[in-house]
């Protein structure tokens, strides 16, 4: 029996794409803040941000799935998620909306020969003739440090 994905996802575009993420996972969106840098961390780990005085692991999700990188735009936010009892921030070019996906507009992902690609993704939503990658958000962000329970 295949798992239901059918739920409300937030989506937005990376590098004219569009993704989307479960709803629930999201915390909040805000603007770009200044990012400190961190050194010695992988290329798609930006740095750290100050969030009401909370310390904040930002991904450029852009670099992690090894998109070139782009003019940052009034558009480009962070998305702060909640995954796997940590909190952290994503980079987007821009969020599009909040949906709501039946099972029946989400198809399992493809075999693409990359055990890690497909491992990336809970499915693929089909919305008015266009593709959203829904992804497994807890899967992208696995080996992001953990900045918040470091410092505690």
């Not at 937005?12 to 996972?25: H, I």
Request: aromatic residues 4%.
């Amino acid at each position: 029996m295949q798992t239901s994905y059918a739920g409300k996802y937030l989506t937005f575009v990376l590098a004219n794409e569009e993704y989307g993420v479960e709803v629930l996972k999201v915390q909040e969106i805000i603007r770009l803040l200044p990012i400190t840098p961190v050194p010695e961390v992988p290329p798609h780990y930006r740095g750290v941000i100050n969030l009401r005085g909370k310390i904040l692991p930002v991904i450029d999700l852009r670099a992690r799935f090894g998109v070139a990188a782009a003019p940052t735009t009034a558009e480009a936010c962070i998305v702060v998620m909640r995954t796997g009892g940590t909190t952290r921030g994503v980079i987007v070019d821009r969020v599009t909306e909040v949906m709501k996906l039946e099972d029946s507009m989400i198809e399992p992902p493809p075999d693409l020969g990359r055990g890690d690609v497909r491992a990336s993704l809970l499915g693929i939503g089909k919305v008015d003739g266009r593709i959203k990658l829904l992804l497994d958000i807890e899967h992208v962000l696995r080996d992001i440090p953990d900045v918040e329970r470091a410092a505690g």
